[in-house]
């Protein structure tokens, strides 16, 4: 695979293999799933549930879901799987235990109305209403970039309290302050992910802070796909990630007697 640059001007290569002391954290569209039209409309490899579930396995536990989607709709596409994960980038957050914390939903009225009304008027454009968040598709009309843009900034012009997020062919109000590294962060903290080596894939601009809180923790950063990044590893698709988890499972999988590294649990923190 070609090298990439990255935002820090430092060259992207492939990631190394994964040791058996890392913590996994993985987004999901674009990642381990390729982008559909529409959120509903992706598909998700046969193979894909049981690979998680051997990677989980062998990590520990130490594996989490870390997406811009509800964790309901994650549990959905990779049921029986319940991995821990956060979601809506951080305002759901689910522990290995399976407690659930979740922030309180802002006042998403005045957006959804504005997001509304430019779907009416705009074919292609699809609207999603998250538990704390607004997200306005355009991928079906990408042309429509700006003028979604433009009404979505509008929308949170008097409110401080949310934010605007720029995924692919997505614009996302949310409430401000949180993000996929604050929620990788409080993973960090807890048993079976504290003490381990930190591992994030993502392919979006919203996995950014997430890869700016791994790499300082000496953990791995993984960019899929191109564009600038932060991170100072790349895979060029799911395709590629899938291949990847593969290939750690299986060497993973010869080396059953390679525990020295795995960490003691450690207490979960106080909150």
Not at 244 to 266: F, G, I, K, N
């Amino acid at each position: 695979m070609p090298k990439s640059s990255s935002n820090s001007s430092n060259t992207s290569q492939l990631p190394p293999p994964l040791g058996r002391d890392a913590a996994l954290f993985l987004d999901f569209d674009g990642t381990l799933v390729g982008l559909a039209p529409t959120p509903e409309a992706i598909e998700i490899p046969p193979a894909l549930v049981p690979l998680l579930g051997d990677l989980r396995e062998q990590l520990g536990g130490a594996l989490a879901v870390v997406s811009g989607r509800q964790i309901d709709s994650i549990d959905r596409f990779l049921a029986p799987l319940r991995l821990p994960a956060a979601g809506e980038h951080g305002v759901q957050r689910r522990d290995a235990a399976g407690r659930m914390q979740e922030q309180r939903p802002p006042d998403l009225v005045p957006v959804l109305d504005i997001a509304n009304e430019l779907a009416r008027v705009h074919e292609g454009l699809l609207v999603e209403r998250k538990h704390a968040a607004i997200a306005l598709h355009y991928r079906l009309a990408p042309q429509l970039e700006a003028v979604c843009r433009d009404a979505m900034s509008r929308a949170i012009a008097n409110h401080p309290q949310l934010e605007l997020m720029h995924g692919k062919f997505v614009f996302e109000v949310k409430p401000a302050g949180v993000n996929k590294g604050i929620a990788i962060d409080a993973f960090m903290t807890e048993a079976p992910f504290a003490g381990r080596t930190p591992v994030f894939l993502g392919d979006d601009t919203t996995d950014e802070s997430g890869f700016a809180v791994v790499q300082p923790r000496g953990g791995v950063a993984i960019k899929v796909g191109s564009g600038p990044s932060l991170a100072l590893h790349r895979l060029e698709s799911p395709l590629a990630v899938y291949e990847w988890l593969v290939q750690a499972r299986d060497m993973l999988a010869a080396r059953p007697q390679d525990t020295a590294s795995q960490p003691e649990e450690s207490p979960r923190s106080p909150r």
